[in-house]
């Protein structure tokens, strides 16, 4: 079975404590249950969770749908995106597998990365590192005001931002990520091609805007 692998990048640094992390946790709850009930998801997504703060870590390495967990999540620290870039970059070269000519290998992983603020690292050996990696669509989220969507347009071409850290802006974006997920696993199953731009996947809701 070709699964479509879908890595989710979740900042919990210092300044995402309080609402903003709480907000978190209960946006990847509702991501997790409307997976589960999916019927397209179910057949083909693979979950993976990696934090980042001043220290990263795949918290849920790439695990079917079914049998993800909650992943427990804290906030502290800075804000090492650099190095998160390094570390997705690896899990995808060691979980996600290759086409070969005996087989077809997963489809491209979709990556979602949501941040609220500056990295406190440089990024440019991890973003180097990241477009070597195969990956299909990702998507950035500057989560609030201090966001730095320059540095995320580096990153990616598909670029959105919260206006709030506020819980219901951070559940918007995570209604939309499942949803997306879900049409990504419907196209594939559907027709057997991927989702390559914003172009495939739901409209975004008033909360979450395009970065142009």
């Known amino acids: 079975m070709r699964r479509l692998p879908v890595y989710l990048m979740l900042d919990t640094s210092g300044s995402m404590y309080g609402e903003p992390i709480e907000a978190v946790k209960n946006g990847v709850s509702v991501l997790l249950s409307a997976l589960k009930s999916d019927p397209y998801a179910l057949e083909t997504a693979y979950i993976s969770v990696i934090t980042f703060s001043s220290d990263v870590k795949q918290i849920v390495p790439l695990t079917e749908i079914n049998s993800v967990n909650e992943p427990s999540l804290s906030a502290g620290g800075c804000t090492e995106l650099g190095k998160a870039l ?4 690896d899990c995808i070269d060691r979980e996600v597998v ?85 049409t990504g696993s419907q196209k594939i199953e559907n027709s057997g091609q991927e989702s390559s731009g914003m172009d495939d996947l739901p409209p975004p809701p008033d909360e979450i805007n395009i970065v142009v």
């Open 86 to 89: 390094e570390v997705v970059s």
């Open 98 to 182: 290759k086409s070969s000519s005996e087989q077809k290998g997963d489809w491209k992983p979709m990556v979602f990365i949501m941040t609220d603020g500056e990295p406190t690292d440089n990024i440019k050996l991890g973003l180097d590192r990241f477009k070597k990696t195969k990956t299909g669509i990702v998507v950035a989220c500057a989560a609030g005001t201090a966001a730095n969507t320059d540095v995320l347009k580096e990153i990616t071409e598909n670029v959105v931002s919260l206006a709030s850290t506020d819980s219901e802006s951070i559940k918007a974006f995570f209604k939309w990520v499942s949803a997306s997920i879900s």
